[in-house]
């Protein structure tokens, strides 16, 4: 049975930080590129940033570049995201998604509000 559970969301203040945490469970996870995403009130989701199955290669949207940090432990099946400098439009549910050759993966999403 295949589950990602992301944890690690919250309230938090305009400038704060949230370190996001996703478990994997189920598949080979370090054969998946995994990514996170997110998707506000009334907006489409949209990609926040992504890396490689090896760790590598991390890529992340314009509006959280020097802001946001995807890493991953394979050893512990899990993939983070760490969040500084909170804005109020970082406002949004946060979905892991996890991408291998034939199948994706998605998790049920963690909130992050951000307001004073």
């Known amino acids: 049975q295949v589950q990602l559970v992301e944890s690690g969301g919250g309230l938090v203040q305009p400038g704060g930080s949230l370190r996001l945490s996703c478990a994997a469970s189920?598949?080979?996870?370090?054969?998946?590129?995994m990514s996170w995403y997110r998707q506000a009130p009334g907006k489409e989701r949209e990609l926040v940033a992504t890396i490689t199955s090896a760790g590598g290669s991390p890529n992340y949207a314009d509006s959280v570049k020097g802001r946001f940090t995807i890493s991953r432990d394979n050893a512990k099946n899990t993939v983070y995201l760490q969040i500084n400098s909170l804005k109020p439009e970082d406002t949004a549910v946060y979905y892991c998604?996890?991408?291998?050759?034939?199948?994706?993966?998605w998790g049920q999403g963690t909130q992050v509000t951000v307001s004073s």
């Open positions: 998604n996890a991408r291998g050759r034939f199948f994706v993966y």
């Open positions: 189920g598949f080979i996870f370090s054969s998946y590129t």
